[in-house]
Structures are given as C-alpha cells and as structure tokens.
C-alpha cells in the first residue's frame, strides 16, 4: 500500500510557486496546478513544471456538456499532465467521452471524477436538491464515474474505505480534506490526518494550506511524510 502526496500550488504567484517547487524537490513530490494559479499563469506554468520533472495533476475540475469536456481533456493530455479531473455530476455522456477522449494515447492521464467537494457537509449537499447521506451520494457517483471508464475519483478521505470496498482496490481515490493535527482546518469539513487517510488506503493524498502556507514547507511535508510512514509500517 502507498499514498502519494500531491502538493497544491494555490497560489497565483509564480515566483511563490517555484519556491515551494524548489524547496520541496529533494522529495520530487507531484504537483497539483488548480484554478489559481493556471488562470493567472496558464499553460507556461504548467510546461514549466513539467520541464523540471514535475508530475502534474491538472484540477480544473471540468463540467460542461460532452463534446466541450472532452476537447479539453485532449488538450490536457496533449500537455502531458499526468492526471485531470472533470465532475462527475457531468453525468454519464460526459464522463464517457472524457474517457473515450484519451483512451487510444499510449500513456493517457488519468481522468479522475469529483464527486462531492471536501468542504461541504450534509446541509450544504441537501440546500443544492441532493437529499441522500453524503456517503451514499459519493458512492453513487463513484460508481458511475467508473462504469463509464473513468480511472478514479476525488472524495473525502472519509469515504475511502466504502468506496473501495464496493468498487475494488483498483479504483483509484483522491483525497484532498487532509489535515495533520497541527494544521488549521480552514473551509474544510469532510477531513482526516494524514496517518488516518494512508491507513485507510487512499491513493493520493492532495495537501494544500498545511504545507505551502507553512513557514517552512520543507518541513511540513517531511513531518506529513513521516506520519504518513509511521501509520504504514
Ligand atoms: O473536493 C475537493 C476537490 C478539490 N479540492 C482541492 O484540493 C486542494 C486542497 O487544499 P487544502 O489547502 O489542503 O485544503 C485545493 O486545491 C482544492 O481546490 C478540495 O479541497 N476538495
């Protein structure tokens, strides 16, 4: 079992961004470029990290009709990003052309599905129509994210174990809502330590705010890892 950390650039500073890039390259760790920073730097950041080594999760999180999400999961492919993300409330033609869009490339991304974002509770799923357990919910749209052939989801590290109970071992779970004991929760609610998340067998482990806002993110990260590797061994 192994969990993998990928490390949040929200920032829109570049400069802010290739210091932590920098700092944490000892541990050559992936990267995750979201909103922030790809809509003030675009594709330059992303080439750029890629030209250094980085693997890079793309989370733009699309979600528009089929044939516009599939263009850009190509586009994204044609980056070289390692991973990209598309909603899975997008429903089941979307995904499926997600898929589809990148199935025939020799070493595609992996095209991982949003289910519920990590920082909604049960009151904020049911104020937007959904009434189900937000458990249930995430499952739900986990199974349908791979019947239509998608590799993986995003979910709260909390929902790790049903979904790999119901789904196999093999469909991937990435977990932002990781927050070592240390670190401040901010907006997010669906959470658990980095110990608890690795023992439950999650794949990647998506950490933004406890490592780049630290003071010195070399040290958060290798504090993460050990915890990480204490609950492993
Ligand atoms: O459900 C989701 C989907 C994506 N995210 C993203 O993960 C990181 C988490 O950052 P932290 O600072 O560790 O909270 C952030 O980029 C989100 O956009 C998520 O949190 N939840």
């Not at 961004?17 to 470029?33: D, G, M, Q």
């Not at 089941?92 to 990148?102: I, Q």
């Not at 986990?142 to 929902?159: I, N, T, Y």
Request: one cysteine or more; a negative charge; hydrophobic letters at 45%.
């Amino acid at each position: 079992m192994h969990s993998t950390i990928i490390v949040a650039l929200d920032t829109r500073d570049r400069l802010a961004a290739k210091s932590i890039v920098t700092e944490l390259s000892p541990h050559n760790p992936w990267f995750k470029v979201g909103k922030a920073l790809f809509v003030s730097r675009g594709t330059d950041i992303v080439e750029e990290l890629m030209n250094n080594g980085a693997n890079i999760f793309l989370d733009l999180k699309f979600h528009d009709i089929p044939n516009t999400v599939a263009e850009a999961v190509k586009a994204a492919a044609d980056m070289g990003v390692r991973m990209v993300n598309v909603h899975c409330l997008g429903g089941r033609r979307m995904m499926e052309e997600a898929a589809n869009a990148v199935a025939h490339l020799s070493s595609p991304p992996l095209i991982i599905g949003v289910t519920v974002l990590t920082s909604m509770n049960q009151r904020d799923i049911e104020e937007v129509g959904i009434t189900e357990p937000i458990d249930q919910e995430v499952l739900k749209l986990s199974a349908l994210a791979k019947d239509c052939g998608l590799d993986g989801v995003v979910c709260s590290p909390q929902e790790i174990a049903l979904i790999k109970q119901q789904l196999g071992a093999e469909f991937i779970t990435v977990t932002p809502g990781i927050r070592p004991a240390w670190s401040a929760t901010d907006d997010q609610t669906r959470i658990t330590t980095p110990a608890e998340a690795a023992t439950l067998g999650t794949d990647y482990m998506v950490i933004g705010r406890p490592i780049i806002k630290h003071q010195r993110p070399l040290e958060a990260y290798e504090s993460i890892q050990q915890e990480i590797q204490a609950a492993l061994s």
